[in-house]
C-alpha cells in the first residue's frame, strides 16, 4: 500500500479555496504490553528514579524532620479507681461498680403512701400476688386469707372529704374497688417488714416450726421485692430538691493522695465524664492504696479514616470525603481540624489503644516509641496538671479547685429504656402576676396510672363542688348592678411559688412554695381551704412527720421555663442483670406563661339578669 496519500489541486486546498472531507481521531496513551503476561507491567517499575528524586527535591519533600515510622511502643499508665460516693446530706457509701452509675445518682424510691393514703396500688398488687405465690409454693396456702385479713386493700366512701382524692377519678376508684377485701396488699406487707425487727408472722399467732418457715418466706420476699428495682434510704439519694437537680461527689484518690470529683449540676438522663469536674477535696474524702504503673507493650496501627489520601503513588484515592465541598465558619473550629487533619496529618496518627476498667481514673506516665530507624524517644504527656492555665486537652475535667488530668471512665449505660412520664412538673414564670407556678401537667394517681393534670384538677374540683349547697341569694341594700369579687382562681395543678427574702439577706430571693385557695361557687361565709400539690415533686418537705416549707433556688427556674419529669429507666448492665429504677429528668421550657389570675374583678350580681 502506498505510503503517502497524494491529491490532487494541492494548491487550492491550501489557499481554503476547497475543501476536504476529514474524520479527527485521537489515540490515547497506554500501555501496550508485548507479552501475554501482565506481572512485569503491573510492577510499575520507575525507568529514572534519579529524575523522581530531582523532583522531590524540587518540591521541597526533603526540607522537613526524619520521619521514621513507629514499629514498637511501650506505654507507661496507671488506674486509681472510684472508691466511695458523696451524698448531698453528707452520708457516704462505698461505691459499686456492679451498678450503673446513672442508677446510682438518680434512683429514687418509689412512694408506696403519698398523703396518707396508699399510692402505685400496682406496685402493691404484684408485691402481694408474689407473696401469695411463695405462701402456695411453700405449702401455706391456708395462710392466705390470714394475710388477707391483715393486709387488705380498703374501700373508699365517696361522701367523705378525705377520700375525694380517689372517689373524684372513675377509672381509678373502680381499680381500687375491684381488689378491695380481694387481694393481699403486698405493699403494706413490704413497708412492715422494712421495720427494723419486724417479721412476716408479726399478729397472726403462729407458733413453730410454721412460724420460722413463714418469717424465712417474709426475708425472701423482701429480698426480691429490693431487687425489682433500686430503692435507696432518703439520706442516700442525690436528688438536690431545691436546685431542681442532681448532685454528689467521688472519691477518686490519686495513689495515696485524696481527689475528688463533682457533678454538682446533673440534669438526669445519660451520664458521661463531662458531668464531672474536678474539686476540691475535704475532709471527708480520703486517700487509697497507692498503685504501681502498668506497662503495655504493643505495635502502632494506622489511623485511617474513609476518602484519607493514599501514600502510595499507584494507588487511586478514593472519593469517599470531598474535602472541597465542606464549607466551614469561623466558628467550626472541629471542621477546621477534620480539614487540618486529613490533608496535612493525615498519615502521621498512630492508635494505641489500652484497655481500661470502668470506674477508673487513668494517667498516662509517658510513652516509648521505637522507630524504623531504631531510634528510641521518650514522649511526655503535652499537658499535665501543673501546665500552664491556658493549656487545653481533649477529654480533660474542669478545674474547679483541683486540677487533675487523668482520664475519668465512669461507669455509665451507653443505652437503656424510658417509660413516658409518671409525673411532670413544669416551672413557668409569670411576670403579670410576679411569681413562678409549678404547673402538674402529668400527675400519677392512686392505682399507679398516669393522666393530663389538668384532667385530674377538673374532675376533684368537680366533686368538691357537688357538695356545695347553694346558699340562697343575698339581698343587698343598694342598687348597685355589680360586686367586685376579691380575687379568682386558676386551675387546681397549678401551684404557686411566691419570691421571698432569704433569712439574712435583704436583696437575694427565693421561691417559696404557697397555696391557692379553692374557691367553690356558692360557698359564702366559709373560710376556703388550700390546694395541695398531688405529685411528689412539688410535695416536698409535706410527707415528713413534721411537715416543712420547701423553697427552690430563684436561679434554677429559667426564663424560658424548667420542666422536670420523673420516668421509669431500664438498662441492661455488663453481667447481664437487668436494672430499673425510678428517677427525675430535667429539661427547658417553652417559655413564660399567664395564669389568669387577678383581682378585685367586677361581676354581675348573683340573681341578676
Known amino acids: 500500500m502506498n505510503k503517502y496519500v497524494v491529491t490532487a489541486g494541492i494548491e487550492s486546498v491550501f489557499a481554503k479555496k476547497a475543501l476536504l472531507p476529514t474524520t479527527l481521531m485521537w489515540n490515547r496513551l497506554e500501555g501496550r504490553p508485548r507479552r501475554p503476561d501482565f506481572t512485569r507491567a503491573l510492577q510499575a517499575e520507575v525507568r529514572d528514579p534519579l529524575w523522581m528524586i530531582t523532583r522531590q527535591w524540587q518540591l521541597g519533600e526533603f526540607i522537613g524532620e526524619d520521619a521514621g515510622s513507629p514499629v514498637d511502643a511501650k506505654v507507661a499508665w496507671k488506674n486509681d479507681a472510684v472508691t466511695e460516693l458523696h451524698m448531698p446530706s453528707g452520708v457516704r457509701q462505698p461505691y459499686d461498680p456492679d451498678l450503673p452509675l446513672e442508677a446510682l445518682i438518680e434512683a429514687r424510691t418509689p412512694p408506696l403512701t403519698l398523703d396518707g393514703r396508699l399510692h402505685n396500688a400496682d406496685l402493691r398488687l404484684a408485691l402481694g400476688r408474689r407473696w401469695k405465690k411463695l405462701l402456695n409454693a411453700g405449702g401455706h396456702g391456708a395462710r392466705v386469707a390470714d394475710f388477707l385479713g391483715a393486709y387488705p386493700f380498703t374501700s373508699f366512701d365517696p361522701a367523705l372529704e378525705a377520700d375525694h382524692a380517689v372517689t373524684s377519678h372513675p377509672a381509678a376508684w373502680q381499680t381500687l374497688e375491684a381488689v378491695a377485701t380481694r387481694m393481699i396488699d403486698g405493699g403494706a406487707l413490704f413497708l412492715h417488714l422494712s421495720q427494723p425487727g419486724a417479721l412476716a408472722s408479726d399478729g397472726l399467732g403462729l407458733v413453730d416450726p410454721e412460724k420460722a418457715e413463714i418469717d424465712a418466706l417474709g426475708a425472701q420476699f423482701g429480698a426480691w421485692a429490693a431487687s425489682r428495682y433500686l430503692q435507696p434510704d432518703e439520706s442516700l439519694q442525690a436528688w438536690r430538691a431545691r436546685h431542681l437537680e442532681y448532685g454528689l461527689e467521688l472519691s477518686a484518690p490519686d495513689g495515696t493522695q485524696p481527689a475528688a470529683l463533682g457533678a454538682p449540676e446533673y440534669r438526669g438522663g445519660r451520664l458521661d465524664w463531662f458531668d464531672f469536674d474536678a474539686v476540691a477535696t475535704g475532709a471527708a474524702h480520703a486517700g487509697g492504696s497507692a498503685t504501681a504503673p502498668e506497662v503495655t507493650s504493643f505495635m502502632p496501627t494506622t489511623v485511617e479514616f474513609g476518602g484519607m489520601p493514599n501514600t502510595r503513588h499507584w494507588t487511586f484515592e478514593e472519593g469517599v470525603t470531598n474535602f472541597g465541598d465542606i464549607d466551614p465558619d469561623t466558628t467550626d473550629i472541629a471542621k477546621l481540624l477534620l480539614i487540618e487533619f486529613g490533608l496535612i496529618f493525615a498519615n502521621d496518627w498512630f492508635l494505641l489503644p489500652i484497655d481500661l476498667p470502668v470506674g477508673s481514673l487513668t494517667e498516662i506516665k509517658g510513652l516509648a516509641v521505637t522507630n524504623v530507624f531504631g531510634e528510641r524517644f521518650w514522649i511526655d504527656p503535652a499537658v499535665t496538671a501543673a501546665g500552664p492555665v491556658q493549656s487545653w486537652q481533649m477529654f480533660r475535667l474542669t478545674n474547679k ?138 410535695r416536698e418537705g409535706l410527707e415528713a412527720a413534721v411537715p416543712d416549707s420547701y423553697y427552690v433556688a430563684e436561679e434554677e427556674v429559667e426564663r424560658t421555663g424548667t420542666i422536670i419529669e420523673t420516668k421509669w429507666q431500664r438498662c441492661r448492665w455488663r453481667d447481664g442483670r437487668v436494672v430499673t429504677w425510678l428517677g427525675h429528668q430535667r429539661k427547658t421550657g417553652r417559655g413564660e406563661g399567664s395564669s389568669g389570675l387577678a383581682f378585685d374583678i367586677p361581676v354581675p350580681k348573683r340573681g341578676d339578669v
Do not use: C
Not at 436 to 461: M, Y
Not at 464 to 489: E, G, T
Open 401 to 538: 479547685g483541683a486540677p487533675d488530668d487523668r482520664l475519668f471512665l465512669p461507669a455509665t449505660t451507653p443505652s437503656g429504656l424510658e417509660s413516658k412520664p409518671v409525673e411532670s412538673v413544669a416551672f413557668i414564670r409569670d411576670e403579670i402576676s410576679n411569681m413562678v407556678w409549678g404547673i402538674e401537667t402529668v400527675v400519677q394517681l392512686p392505682d399507679g396510672s398516669s393522666r393530663r393534670g389538668r384532667e385530674v384538677a377538673l374532675e376533684l374540683h368537680a366533686r368538691y363542688q357537688a357538695d356545695v349547697v347553694a346558699a340562697p341569694p343575698v339581698a343587698f341594700a343598694n342598687d348597685a348592678k355589680i360586686r367586685y369579687s376579691l380575687m379568682n382562681s386558676v386551675a387546681e395543678h397549678w401551684i404557686p411559688f411566691i419570691p421571698v427574702h432569704i433569712p439574712g439577706d435583704n436583696r437575694e430571693i427565693q421561691l417559696q412554695r404557697a397555696a391557692m385557695p379553692r374557691l367553690l361557687e356558692g360557698e359564702d361565709g366559709v373560710v376556703p381551704k388550700k390546694i395541695a400539690a398531688r405529685t411528689r415533686l412539688l
